[in-house]
T-cell receptor, first 115, second 113 residues
């Protein structure tokens, strides 16, 4: 089973709201990722967690705050977003990170609209 | 950093024909090359991958070839079916980027019956 689940599927929020995106995997993977994908573009890496520690932050604005409570869960906390942050937010996981190229498996994404 | 170029951006084929998508990469340290298929409204699905110690890999109707000297790799889909219609992304990764995936811009494949 290579399933990564994400909730919610869709989210509409105002610029003053605080919301969270959730991601879960039960494959025993030790690396988890957040990507942002705009329409007709490839996914762009935002954050990488390896063994529950943040290992890569691709200069993402502080209005996006990741959290990895345990090896199966990954959250993305959202605050004071801008309309241009509207996108598909994808979570992925892999067996490890920093090794010899581990397969990354993606979830279905959360479609975020900021009004 | 790594730069991955992907061509063509759109590809239309008749059902039963073959489809080929090509990617080039810039960083000779890249050693892992996955391909993803993304259907409308879904997340990317890993369909095949290849590592730099292998020149070719096949899985049923899908094959990937890698030319390390020329720094390019290709996806080959034979006997295409309408359900193969999707956007396909190639990617490359290496230790310099912590094995983060560097994606190409994608190819929109349409298979017409």
């Amino acid at each position: 089973d290579t399933e990564v689940t994400q909730t919610p599927k869709h989210l509409v929020m105002g610029m003053t709201n605080k919301k969270s995106l959730k991601c879960e995997q039960h494959m025993g993977h030790r690396a988890m990722y957040w990507y942002k994908q705009k329409a007709k573009k490839p996914p762009e890496l935002m954050f990488v967690y390896s063994y529950e520690k943040l290992s890569i932050n691709e200069s993402v604005p502080s209005r996006f705050s990741p959290e990895c409570p345990n090896s199966s869960l990954l959250n993305l906390h959202l605050h004071a977003l801008q309309p241009e942050d509207s996108a598909l937010y994808l979570c992925a996981s892999s067996q490890g990170a920093g090794g010899a190229g581990y397969e990354q498996y993606f979830g279905p994404g959360t479609r975020l609209t900021v009004t | 950093g790594e730069n991955v170029e992907q061509h063509p951006s759109t590809l239309s084929v008749q059902e039963g024909d073959s489809a080929v998508i090509k990617c080039t990469y810039s960083d000779s340290a890249s050693n892992y090359f996955p391909w993803y298929k993304q259907e409308l409204g879904k997340g990317p699905q890993l369909i095949i991958d290849i590592r730099s110690n292998v020149g070719e890999k096949k899985d049923q109707r899908i094959a990937v070839t890698l030319n390390k000297t020329a720094k390019h790799f290709s996806l080959h889909i034979t006997e295409t079916q309408p359900e193969d219609s999707a956007v396909y992304f190639c990617a490359a990764s290496n230790s310099n980027s912590g094995y983060a995936l560097n994606f190409g811009k994608g190819t929109s494949l349409l298979v017409t019956p």
